[in-house]
C-alpha cells in the first residue's frame, strides 16, 4: 500500500500563489494521482489528476488555467501549483494514488483507495 505525504500548504492573501506538494513511498508504472479538496461543510472534490502510465493530466473546469500539475518522477513526487488564488480555494488539499489502465485518471474520489493526510490551504485578505 503506497503511502502518501502532502505538505506545502499555509495562509496567504488572495491573488497569491503556492505549490503544494503530494510524495509517495513507492510509483509504479501505471499509478496516477489525484488532487482534490475540501471546503469547510462541503463533498471532496476534484480539482486535478496525472497518470503516470502517459504523463497526462486532467483538470475540473473550475480550475483549468490556474492549476498545474508536475511531477518529479525520482523524488516520487507530484506537485501541484495553485496561481492567482481566491478565497474559494480555501480547504484541506489532499493527493490519492491509485493503480489504473493506462493513461487514465480519475477526479472521483471515491475510485482511490491510497490516501495522505491533507494539507490546509487558507486564502483571506
Known amino acids: 500500500q503506497v503511502r502518501l505525504v502532502e505538505s506545502g500548504g499555509g495562509s496567504v492573501q488572495p491573488g497569491e500563489s503556492l505549490t503544494l506538494s503530494c510524495t509517495a513511498s513507492?510509483?509504479?508504472?501505471?499509478?496516477?494521482i489525484g488532487w482534490f479538496r475540501q471546503a469547510p461543510g462541503k463533498e471532496r472534490e476534484g480539482v486535478g489528476c496525472?497518470?503516470?502510465?502517459?504523463?497526462?493530466?486532467t483538470y475540473a473546469e473550475s480550475v483549468k488555467g490556474r492549476f498545474t500539475i508536475s511531477t518529479d518522477w525520482h523524488a516520487k513526487t507530484v506537485y501541484l501549483q495553485i496561481n492567482s488564488l481566491k478565497p474559494e480555494d480555501t480547504g484541506i488539499y489532499s493527493c490519492g494514488a491509485e493503480h489504473f489502465n493506462y493513461g487514465f485518471c480519475s477526479l472521483e474520489a471515491s475510485m482511490y483507495s491510497n490516501w495522505g493526510q491533507g494539507t490546509q490551504v487558507t486564502v483571506s485578505p
Open positions: 513507492e510509483f509504479t508504472g501505471y499509478d496516477s
Open positions: 496525472f497518470a503516470s502510465s502517459d504523463a497526462s493530466t
